[in-house]
């Protein structure tokens, strides 16, 4: 159903100048801003158009030499951030615009969140056939990072999903772009971090389900090898598969964690007495009030709870609700306060399946010689590479950490990882990154000199930009 | 109580906050702006997520023909008519500027006064012979008392409650509710960067909240967030002599 179209042309031109109605003058504000994991971030002038005039007014009129757009900032690091720029928030740009369902597809706002869409969707009967770890970000996020999920080896990123999407560019133009139309654009913005514009709306295609549930099947693995090799056999056994594993588990233990695997179940099988559950909350639960001290998430604690997570992982098939399986952090609000005031980085890097048994053992070695706990390590592994010029996945294994901020010892830990992940031929996730140098990052992605060559071409002023952007030299020097 | 409603004025925040809680009672929506292409966004969204019927018309307060033509527009706009209709836009206009320029204190009268109130008066005569149907409009705190730093903006307000006050009398007995919303400022465009994080600042949709409770008790008068009922209260009790010296 579309809503019917009835929309008339103002009759601006009979009107008498001079008052601003109910159009809002272009105004800042002085925000306080960082990433996800709270680790550095500022004071920054931020703009919160309601309109798509507003934000064009923004774009074309804000006295900041830079923008970035900020969805609901769960970016880890930099990527939404931008120092003496100024960020655009996308947050009140978030309706649902379209939904065919011949031709299975949702269009909305960049600014919508996932959670609103899949609120919307779930009942309906449809998913979004690609959804990160959190369902609190929004499309224009999700796309400029072009997220993967637990189904990257079936899959691939989200960008793969994208039917067309809208970009507002610097000279105030609307593109239409899609793998066939302004293809370049396409590709440079998936992926391109918001450095190509800002994504207005987007149509994405669906994924038909019968019902909320999945099922899930996990199995405990004792070690890295036999955790890897599972993994490898039973992806293709199911749509999702990840890996969770203990991150301070030493010696012959290292590596070892619980594989889970997961997909929709149809509504012949629902299980006798599991009703769907109706709505979905589109905010999370109980938030953690306040910032947690040190010892909350240190060495001993989450050596403890991994050890009775790891205890408590039964082998064996059980039916759970999707928010469940895919967001298991949404549950608690505002969860990287967990980590204390210091905040936490996410290192998160892709590693070619030849060298990932090694390279990962080497992750894990160093992080656990650190003591830096890591509460959430993730291994799933990767299908083919996407469209997107700085798209982050390509064949190989993920393995996901969350780093706490040890203080001074943390950048040569972050460097030491980034060696051991360029040896094995590996890249790093600009969505999570908050640490590495461009000369790494330019090692990392053969195809950065496309993307910046494309981005020049969108935006020839250098209207945008990020804090990140400038630390890895995304864009050409102009 | 549904049916359809006309938002005049739906592409401000607080109108949209209000058109969101209407489409989940599962109020119709017919969604007038100046900006047609952005009402028409707002009613695929809230049709979509309601499943309610939603239209949407450009519309701009300023143009005496338009706004003569509203009401019947929204009427037939939808099957089944309208039931309610609520009055969104106003301009606001720094009181420096129409000190320095008078034609951008009419306009604002023409806009907050003369089309305000001729949208409410020919709503008044389609909806007086349908009880159970309701009008409102959005007047201001700023109409209660006349400050330095807006009066002009406030006198405007102030016509508008007084004429409300009226409506709402004549209404009454035919079972028509009238609602005069009086909203402290909100978090939206208009106040972004005027207040940094002011917890006076009220979220739209606590605005849309007090406003549908308000118009389900059939009340006339709604102060939003409730703290600005006692506020003015107090600020209308104080002699004239006292309240210039206020810094506000």
């Known amino acids: ?478 | 109580m549904t049916g359809n409603v006309l938002v005049a004025g739906a592409g401000s925040t607080l109108a949209r906050a209000l058109a969101e809680g209407l489409a989940r009672r599962g109020h119709g929506l017919v969604l007038a702006a100046r900006d047609a292409a952005e009402a028409k966004r707002t009613a695929a969204d809230l049709g979509l997520r309601f499943r309610v019927p939603a239209a949407a018309l450009g519309f701009d307060a300023r143009d005496a023909g338009a706004t003569a033509a509203l009401v019947p527009q929204a009427e037939a706009a939808l099957p089944g008519g309208l039931a309610g209709v609520v009055v969104a836009f106003a301009a606001m206009p720094d009181q420096e500027e129409i000190e320095r320029d008078r034609t951008a204190g009419l306009a604002m009268i023409d806009v907050n006064v003369r089309s305000t109130m001729a949208i409410l008066e020919s709503a008044a005569a389609l909806l007086e012979t349908r009880p159970g149907s309701f009008l409102c409009a959005f007047s201001s705190v700023a109409g209660d008392r006349g400050r330095r730093k807006n009066y002009s903006y406030g006198a405007t307000k102030a016509a508008l409650s007084t004429a409300m006050e009226g409506l709402s009398a004549r209404l009454a007995p035919k079972g028509v509710t009238v609602l005069c919303v009086k909203p402290g400022p909100a978090d939206s465009a208009m106040t972004w960067g005027l207040f940094p994080s002011s917890p006076l600042l009220a979220q739209p949709d606590t605005v849309a909240r007090d406003i549908l409770s308000a118009l389900a008790r059939g009340r006339s008068v709604v102060y939003t967030p409730w703290y600005w009922r006692p506020v003015m209260a107090v600020l209308r009790a104080l002699p004239a002599a006292v309240f210039r010296r206020l810094p506000i």
């Not at chain 1, 601006?12 to 680790?39: E, I, M, N, Q």
């Not at chain 1, 998160?348 to 992750?363: D, G, K, S, V, Y």
């Not at chain 1, 780093?403 to 051991?420: F, M, Q, S, T, W």
Request: with cysteine.
């Open chain 1, 1 to 478: 159903m579309t809503a019917p179209d009835d929309a008339r042309v103002p009759r601006d031109g009979t009107l008498p100048p001079g008052v601003a109605v109910s159009a809002s003058p272009l105004r800042s504000a002085k925000v306080s801003l960082s990433g996800w994991g709270r680790f550095g971030g500022d004071r920054s002038v931020a703009y919160r158009p309601e309109s798509w005039r507003a934000l064009s007014d923004a774009v074309a009129s804000a006295p900041e030499q830079t923008l970035i757009a900020r969805g609901l900032g769960r970016s880890y690091g930099d990527s939404a951030l931008n120092g003496d720029g100024a960020v655009v928030l996308t947050e009140r740009l978030g309706r649902i615009l379209d939904l065919d369902e011949e031709g299975l597809t949702v269009t909305c706002e960049g600014g919508t969140s996932l959670a609103r869409l899949l609120s919307f969707l779930v009942p309906r009967g449809y998913f979004l056939p690609v959804v990160p770890g959190t369902r609190f970000v929004t499309v224009g996020g999700a796309l400029a990072a072009d997220v993967h999920g637990k189904n990257h080896h079936v899959d691939g990123t989200i960008g793969r999903h994208v039917e067309e999407l809208t970009l507002l560019v610097s000279s105030g133009e609307t593109l239409r772009c899609s793998p066939r139309e302004n293809a370049e654009a396409f590709d440079a913005t998936i992926g391109g971090m918001g450095l190509t514009g800002f994504i207005l709306s987007a149509r994405l295609r669906l994924l038909p389900v019968e019902t909320p549930l999945v099922r899930v099947v996990k199995r405990r693995a004792k070690d890295l090898d036999e955790l890897l090799s599972r993994l490898y056999e039973e992806e293709r056994l199911s749509r999702y598969s990840v890996a969770w594993v203990d991150g301070l588990a030493r010696g012959r233990s290292l590596g070892r964690g619980i594989l889970m695997r997961g997909d929709h179940v149809p509504l012949a099988e629902v299980p006798r007495g599991r009703t769907s559950p109706g709505g979905l909350p589109e905010s999370a639960g109980p938030s953690v009030p306040f910032d947690a001290p040190s010892f909350v998430l240190g060495p001993l604690s989450v050596a403890a709870f991994n050890a009775v997570f790891y205890a408590a992982g039964r082998d064996g098939t059980t039916y759970a609700g999707f928010p469940g399986f895919f967001f298991p952090l949404d549950a608690v609000g505002a969860w990287n306060r967990l980590y204390g005031r210091r905040g936490f980085i996410q290192y998160q890097a892709l590693l070619p399946r030849e060298a990932a048994a090694e390279a990962c053992r080497r992750l894990l070695e160093e992080i656990s010689r650190e003591r830096a706990a890591s509460f959430l390590a993730v291994l799933k592994t990767t299908g083919p590479e996407g469209r997107g010029l700085l798209s982050f996945p390509r064949p190989g294994v993920t393995l996901g950490l969350d780093v706490p901020n040890v203080g001074e010892r943390l950048r040569p830990l972050a460097r030491r990882l980034d060696a051991i992940v360029l040896e094995a031929g590996g890249r790093l996730y600009l969505a999570k990154d908050s640490l590495t140098d461009a000369a790494t990052f330019a090692a990392m992605y053969p195809r950065l000199a496309e993307f910046r060559a494309a981005q020049g071409r969108l935006d020839p002023q250098g209207r945008f930009s990020s804090t990140q952007a400038r630390r890895l030299a995304l864009l050409e020097r102009r």
